[in-house]
């Protein structure tokens, strides 16, 4: 659940003109090849830092591993509940009086769970950074749960599920997991269901804080105009009293059950198809021939051998897509589209047969030299705000790539040769037939 506090107006024009002007200033630190400090804070907390002094902005992000996968059985849920209760009251502050003080402030704090991760954000002017670290100190260690926000954030989960019940894309996706991880925490949506959030009690929001905020778990990025020195005091002060290790439920890995095809009668004039299979773990050796082997196929979306033959050729969808998801305990290789009813079965015909024919005999060299260029020219956008580079320094923390992964990622992209790229695309495209979920109308 990720939610934005409205500053007060004349802060919030401060605040927007800051986070507006970041986005153009932030390119000159890539383009002189951005400086990423590892600072160890005097508790002995890491972070990484990107110093830029040209705004008096300061964008903090941090994840702690563990993430819905943590919920208790019988209670998926609780990591999206915890999301959306962090600021709704900490410490002597109730819900108002929390509110109060971010609006006043100007401080943008929001959380989110993932399936392997919870992760936080803090936004603040630099004059403010005292008031935004103890409110995210607050947040973070000391949440009330009280009783009112409680039951205001389960109604509104209870509403954005019933919502994305009758929403076509989001049941296809839920119904592709289930399938494809029936026995597996992967298998639970992460904002659970009506039942399992009616379930959820505040031992329950208070169990998941205390066993999964804890500092070995943790990653920390600070991007804007602070120095080393400044960072480690500010993660100590905010991050500084929790465990020291966290308690989190073993999850073991796992691979998709391959081969399944569920479909959903829905009278909609769109038939919504999901599509997927096992993909590659981050750490594996050919994740990266995997990647530019999965742009060709369909992750380049005006370019990729998909839309030329679904859109561009056939007209069946306006758009076709294919992405890898290196999940901590799976690797997974996902697709969509929506096509007119009554063409699903033509249209995955269509999808499966490139698959095949890219798992058979890869791509072209002419392809491959393409995409290469496109991946190395496009990834200084990846940095363009220092929100940005902030998500994508905890992500690469996360995935364990090292600090000079930035510097050393577009030559490992050129070095990616035909041989590796048609070896990669065997590995993921040939090990099972696709399990699917269709909601619409099907022939079949």
């Known amino acids: 659940m990720i939610r934005q506090h409205v500053p007060a107006r004349g802060a919030l024009q401060a605040l927007t003109v800051a986070f507006a002007f970041v986005a153009l200033v932030a390119l000159t630190p890539f383009a002189r090849a951005m400086e990423i400090q590892r600072v160890v804070s005097p508790g002995g907390i890491e972070a990484w830092l990107v110093e830029e002094h040209s705004i008096p902005l300061i964008a903090v992000n941090f994840a702690f591993q563990g993430g819905s996968t943590q919920d208790p059985e019988g209670k998926a849920g609780v990591a999206n509940m ?19 003080r971010l609006q006043d402030t100007s401080v943008k704090l929001s959380f989110s769970e993932g399936r392997d991760a919870f992760y936080g954000s803090l936004r603040t002017l630099t004059t403010n950074l005292s008031e935004g670290a103890d409110l995210l100190k607050l947040a973070v260690n000391e949440p009330r749960f009280d009783a009112e926000p409680v039951e205001r954030i389960r109604a509104q989960v209870l509403t954005s599920i019933r919502r994305n019940e ?35 009690t505040v031992d ?26 400044t960072v480690g005091k500010l ?28 479909v959903e009668s829905m009278a909609i004039p769109q038939t919504v198809i999901r599509f997927g299979g096992a993909g590659l773990k981050r750490a594996d050796k050919d994740f990266v021939p995997a990647y530019v082997m999965n742009h060709i196929l369909g992750g380049g979306s005006f370019t990729s051998r998909l839309y030329e033959e679904v859109r561009e050729k056939r007209g069946l969808a306006y758009s076709v897509y294919t992405y890898l998801a290196p999940m901590d305990h799976a690797g997974i290789f996902l697709g969509g589209t929506a096509t007119r009813s009554g063409r699903a079965d ?6 499966r047969d490139e698959i095949r024919r890219m798992a058979e005999e890869g791509p072209t060299a002419e392809e491959l030299e393409k995409a290469k260029k496109y991946l190395i020219g496009s990834y200084p956008l990846r940095f363009d705000s220092s929100d940005k580079i902030a998500e994508a320094l905890v992500a690469i923390q996360q995935e364990d790539l090292g600090i000079d992964y930035i510097d050393k990622r577009n030559g490992l992209i050129e070095a990616v040769t035909l041989e590796d790229v048609k070896r990669a695309a065997k590995r993921v495209l040939a090990g099972g037939d696709l399990t699917i979920s269709v909601v619409g109308q099907s022939s079949s």
């Open 166 to 200: 009758k929403d076509p894309g989001n049941i296809a996706a839920r119904v592709w997991f289930k399938t494809a991880f029936p026995s597996h925490p992967y298998g639970n949506p992460s904002k659970g269901t009506e039942e399992s959030v009616k379930k959820i």
């Open 346 to 351: 033509e249209t995955l015909k269509l999808i």
């Open 235 to 262: 993660v100590d002060e905010v991050f500084g009293d929790l465990p020291e290790k966290a308690n989190l439920t073993e999850v073991p890995d796992v691979s998709p059950v391959t081969g399944a095809r569920n």
């Open 204 to 229: 329950d929001l208070k169990t998941f804080r205390k066993d999964v905020f804890a500092r070995d778990n943790l990653k920390i990025a600070v991007v804007g105009a602070i120095d080393a020195e």
């Open 82 to 100: 915890v999301s959306g209760l962090l600021d709704e009251g900490a410490g002597d502050l109730d819900s108002a009086a929390f509110q109060e």
